[in-house]
């Protein structure tokens, strides 16, 4: 239920975008935010929420999570401005933090046998599918129907009724060993992220070499300079920068940035051409988006299989190439496009994000010591989310710097160098999938697997390595 609300609502504000656009007149950069607040809080409180859950208790910290992502949507339906909308979802942001990477530690804690793990990690992630595919429609019911501020009500209920069946059903657990807080770690990542994404989503108003983007830019790599300097001489950093000595790792990280940024950056996108430009409701253009939806979900759970049997080499490159082809399909959009090659592309490019996030987390904790494989796959799910962020910043500014968001008959040709963008990190998925699956990745993560064990304080048994995929 945690996952169903927190995915769902990536999807769900999307298709409202154009309507709160023009209820409560926000520029483009106002669309932007409204969608990168909650990504940019999530992203920056991952692992603190994943430290905090081991620490004080998963169920609680799961509660409180779930309570604050309901309250936080009430207040996102009853925001009078964006100023207020924004800062709700920042909020909410601080609720989905908790809800995923605690999730899967009480499924781990719970299911203990290997099999019975495998099956409610497998349901877990099912539902994933299941929210990319309700998303757009309940989302454009809703706002057609009802208004955008009811795509918010929904979360409440989901999220109330979650709190009661987690105090009834959901044994208390803690880490024997807890990590350390990490409160400096944790504010310069806060300030890496904000500033980067607010440099980009206000250049195209402020000006690229204004002082301020400037200045913004300038404080991004002073604080990613520090908390690289200062994660280094941390015994329990908030970021184990050892772990990007495996090749696997970083290629997955790399991967997961790339891919989702593709993802955000297509749903922004196709959320203004299909209502701004082919004058659909949004019901309709919640169900355009059905075939990416659709595949994704076949094909998530083929990924999966394929990388348990041969590796994630074959589905990083299914998915880098759906991706490509998909997003060059796009870069020759017009206002009268076929709707069949439309939805054949959108169908494409879910098959490519359907087959990309199971080799991501088989990359980033294959070969590494099982009492660091937790933290690994959190470095992994927080990409994930940089990637949302910076997808939606970027391919909005690349939207802006061409065109109003208000004059939609320039938007399709304003929007040919995003997709043209798009396509570059479908490359990306494609280039770093090949490199970093083969020999030469493979002893690089097996030599960052010995420097962990020679350090860990864990016992042999514990910290034994993952096996690396061939």
């Not at 987390?361 to 989310?385: D, E, W």
């Amino acid at each position: 239920m945690s996952l169903l609300i927190v995915a769902m609502d990536n999807t769900i504000v999307n298709v409202a975008l154009p309507s709160i656009r023009r209820d409560l007149h926000a520029p483009l950069s106002g669309l932007q935010w409204t969608i990168d607040a909650y990504v940019i809080v999530i992203a920056s409180l991952l692992l603190l929420s994943g430290s905090t859950g081991d620490r004080i208790g998963r169920r609680r910290t799961f509660q409180v999570g779930l309570t604050v992502f309901g309250a936080s949507s009430l207040l996102c339906s009853l925001a009078p401005s964006l100023g207020w909308l924004i800062a709700a979802r920042a909020l909410q942001g601080v609720g989905g933090s908790m809800l995923n990477p605690v999730a899967m530690s009480i499924i781990t804690n719970v299911f203990t046998d290997p099999r019975e793990r495998a099956r409610a990690i497998g349901a877990w992630g099912a539902v994933v599918g299941i929210s990319l595919a309700l998303g757009p429609i309940v989302g454009g019911t809703l706002t057609q129907s009802v208004g955008w501020r009811a795509i918010f009500w929904i979360n409440v209920p989901i999220a109330l009724a979650a709190v009661v069946l987690t105090a009834v059903f959901v044994p208390e657990s803690r880490a024997p060993r807890a990590r350390r807080i990490d409160p400096l770690g944790q504010v310069l990542v806060i300030v890496t992220l904000a500033s980067l994404t607010y440099a980009i989503i206000q250049g195209p108003q402020a000006g690229w070499t204004s002082a301020q983007t400037i200045g913004l830019f300038a404080l991004a790599a002073l604080a990613l300079i520090g908390l690289i300097a200062y994660e280094l001489r941390r015994s329990e950093p908030l970021i184990e920068l050892r772990f990007f000595r495996s090749a696997p790792f970083s290629g997955a990280t790399v991967i997961a940035v790339s891919a989702f940024a593709a993802f955000s950056g297509f749903l922004f996108l196709n959320t203004l051409y299909l209502q701004d430009v082919r004058g659909y409701s949004p019901l309709q253009a919640g169900l355009c988006t059905l075939p990416m939806a659709g595949a994704a979900l076949v094909c998530s759970p083929l990924s999966g299989r394929a990388v348990g049997g041969r590796g994630p080499r074959a589905p990083l490159f299914v998915a880098g190439v759906c991706m490509i082809a998909s997003a060059l399909v796009l870069t020759t959009l017009t206002s009268s496009t076929s709707l069949v090659l439309l939805l054949c592309a959108y169908a494409v490019f879910g098959i490519g994000f359907g087959s990309v996030n199971a080799p991501i987390t088989y990359a980033a904790v294959s070969g590494m010591p099982n009492n660091q494989a937790g933290v690994a796959a959190a470095v992994a799910s927080t990409s994930r989310q940089v990637g949302q962020a910076l997808g939606v910043a970027i391919t909005g500014s690349i939207l802006g710097a061409a065109v109003s968001a208000n004059v939609g008959k320039h938007l399709v040709s304003a929007s040919h160098p995003a997709w043209w963008l798009i396509a570059g990190w479908g490359a990306c998925v494609l280039v770093l999938g090949a490199a970093t699956t083969g020999s030469w990745a493979r002893r690089t993560a097996e030599r960052c697997c010995n420097a962990l064990l020679a350090s860990s304080p864990e016992g042999e048994d514990e910290a034994a390595p993952r096996p690396v995929p061939a």
